[in-house]
Every structure is written in structure tokens, then in C-alpha cells.
């Protein structure tokens, strides 16, 4: 995809950073402009990270000095010094953190709202300004999470379940004559060979989960909640889920959006 701008127009950068992958989107104010998708390498460096975001933008035809403001959520410390140097070294900005003392709008009534990931605040604040509440978002990450935002804005809690691909690799790991599959909807529960075996038990299973949890949530709630779906299997799952309403895949990136205009 390319971008051409017209006049003088500054961008936001937002970063999110996950075990598994790093989302990374270009905002022209409330517009998504460009996106992408990287692998986590927790060992890289703030110029390894700097050169492969240069070339993404000007495969784009942007430029690093199009880049007004960059906003990072991360739950990977050993990358945060590397993305704090980048920004600043390539972008010449300070960059936005998600943590402690930034403004979110999100009041957090857990009992230690310091362990809140920086990835469930940018979720609730993006679900909560997109959607209202009450709402559940359900986030299909390295870990699958659930978070529960009250009608008020008020960030409840959740339950971390493992995610579909450490739980289909620790399969593979330790059991011995089972191979890697491909994460599919298989045609059938009853499968009639291994693979198809494996995928029924990966796809139906984690449906059977996330609609169990979400159901049980719903009964602690006064008001029956919206329930979003976000992170990279959440189409899959949601295709065949009860309880899944919307998909937004780009919900993060949103809430790192709102959170950096929050904070200007």
C-alpha cells in the first residue's frame, strides 16, 4: 500500500508490542492510515528496530520526519529501553509509554492496578471510547484475556487464559507423535484423521472456553455487556463463538491513538 501527502501533514506512530508479535500503525489524527505486523525479537536493537520501521515507511512513501509523536504500550521490558532509543534517535520525539502516571480516563478498581498490562489499559480505553460501556474484550494474544469494563468506564478485572498458540505448541512439544497443524476451521468436530483431529480440538475448543468464560462473566454483571474481539485469532474464533459481537483487530493501535491525544 502507498500514502501520498498532500502539504505539510504530521503522523502519529503507535507501537504495540506483544510476546508474540509487534503491531505498529500510522494515525493521520483519528484516521488509520498503514499498518503492520512484526515477529518479537526481545534481543533487538533501537537501530535493528529504527531501520525496520525507515523501510516500512518508505515502502509507504513516508518519511521519518513525518512522524510528529510516537506511542508505545509494551509487555516486554527487555525491549523498552531499544523502542525509547529508536524513537528518540529516528523520530527525534520523546516517546508516549503506556504506564503509570500517563492519562487514560480508565479508572482501575482492581487491587493492584499497577499489574494491569499496559495492553489491557490501551484495549479497555479504545473499547470503552469505541463501543461505551458495559463491555467485555477478549484479546487472542500470546495469552487469551478477557477484560471487563462497567458502564461508568470502570476497569473491573478479567481472567488470563493460555493462548491458542503456546497451548497448540506445548501439544506438539510433549506429545510425541503429534505434528504441527495449521490453525484452520476444520470441516467437521468428528475428525477423521489427526490433523483434523487436533484442529476440531484447538478451533472448538477455544470457542467452547471463550464462551464459557464470557457467559460466566456476564452473570457479575448489572447490565448485560457488549463483547469485542481483538488480536490474531480472533475472526477464527469468533466465527463460530455465541458470544462474540464485533472484531476489531486494530482495537489496540486505536486505544494508543486516543490515549496519545489524551495526553498532548
Request: charged share 20%.
Amino acid at each position: 500500500m502507498q500514502i501520498y501527502l498532500t502539504g505539510v501533514t504530521l503522523l502519529l506512530l503507535t507501537i504495540d508490542v506483544g510476546n508474540t508479535h509487534i503491531m505498529l500503525g500510522v494515525y493521520r489524527e483519528d484516521k488509520i492510515l498503514i499498518y503492520w505486523r512484526l515477529a518479537t525479537r526481545k534481543e533487538s536493537t533501537e537501530d535493528e528496530l529504527g531501520m525496520v520501521v525507515k523501510n516500512l515507511l518508505h515502502n509507504s512513501h513516508l518519511r521519518l520526519s513525518d512522524i510528529e509523536a510516537v506511542a508505545i504500550s509494551s509487555v516486554v521490558p527487555p525491549l523498552m529501553y531499544s523502542l525509547d532509543r529508536m524513537a528518540t534517535k529516528y523520530f527525534n520525539v520523546e516517546p508516549l509509554i503506556i504506564g503509570p502516571g500517563i492519562k487514560t480516563g480508565l479508572n482501575i478498581v482492581t487491587d493492584n492496578p499497577r499489574e494491569v498490562g499496559a495492553d489491557r489499559i490501551v484495549n479497555a480505553v479504545a473499547g470503552y471510547n469505541m463501543y461505551g460501556g458495559p463491555l467485555i474484550i477478549v484479546d487472542f494474544g500470546t495469552a487469551t484475556t478477557f477484560c471487563a469494563i462497567s458502564e461508568t468506564g470502570d476497569y473491573l478485572g478479567g481472567v488470563i487464559a493460555p493462548g491458542i498458540g503456546i497451548s497448540l505448541e506445548a501439544l506438539f512439544q510433549k506429545a510425541a507423535k503429534l505434528p504441527r497443524v495449521e490453525i484452520v476451521r476444520p470441516e467437521k468436530v468428528i475428525g477423521k484423521d489427526t490433523i483434523a483431529s487436533m484442529q476440531a480440538g484447538i478451533v472448538f475448543g477455544f470457542v467452547g472456553q471463550v464462551d464459557g468464560i464470557v457467559r460466566r462473566m456476564v452473570r457479575e454483571f448489572q447490565i448485560e455487556p457488549q463483547v469485542i474481539a481483538t488480536g490474531g485469532f480472533a475472526s477464527l474464533i469468533a466465527s463460530e463463538s455465541e458470544t462474540i459481537s464485533e472484531v476489531n483487530p486494530l482495537l489496540t493501535l486505536e486505544g494508543l491513538r486516543i490515549i496519545s491525544t489524551m495526553n498532548r
